[in-house]
């Protein structure tokens, strides 16, 4: 019954924390009109955290170079189980346009496993709420409901990405 209860609490009020890997803030910037009153992420009960400790989800911008490897990666360890973590922007993704550079290793992914994939330079904040409310459909029905809604109304093709669908697109 307990386990129960935790699920459903981390369903209705997950708490991200922002994570800048090392982007150019438009990534940034975007996060935060995600959480402003337009879009108003708080609605679906998310609340942003400024300590990963006390966060359910990652939300990581930024290309993951070798300087800032060991530091994200205890980011990720301090976060408490279950965690999420989700890649915002294209340099969150893949690490381009920095990718080619010596020191950039490639997206947030080289550092810590990615649960959902946002693309876009910046994305938008409306892509952004759609990210975190997919990948929180897979642990509330209700909020799965709400993304079956918006995906039925309408074209949200190339605005989220789960592990496999990278994988499938990185291989062709």
């Known amino acids: 019954m307990f386990d129960g209860l935790v699920q459903w609490a981390r369903a209705k009020s997950p708490w991200v924390c922002h994570l800048n890997c090392g982007s150019c803030n438009g990534c940034d910037i975007e996060i935060v009109a995600a959480l402003m009153p337009r ?19 990652i939300l990581a911008t930024g290309p993951v170079t070798r300087q800032i490897r060991d530091r994200v990666i205890r980011v990720y360890e301090q976060t408490p189980e279950p965690k999420f973590v989700i890649a915002v922007g294209t340099c969150g993704v893949s690490g381009s346009p920095f990718a080619p550079s010596y020191s950039v290793l490639g997206g947030v992914d080289q550092a810590m496993p990615v649960n959902m994939y946002i693309p876009g330079c910046p994305p ?6 759609y990210g975190v409310l997919k990948l929180l459909g897979s642990l509330d029905p209700a909020i799965a409901e ?9 074209d949200t093709t190339g605005l989220v990405y789960t592990p496999q669908e990278m994988a499938a697109i990185s291989e062709s």
């Open 124 to 129: 938008r904040p409306d892509a952004i709420t």
């Open 39 to 57: 879009f108003d992420l708080e609605r679906f009960g998310i609340l942003l955290e400024g300590t990963p400790r006390h966060a359910d989800v």
């Open 146 to 154: 709400v993304v079956a809604t918006i995906e039925s109304k309408q």
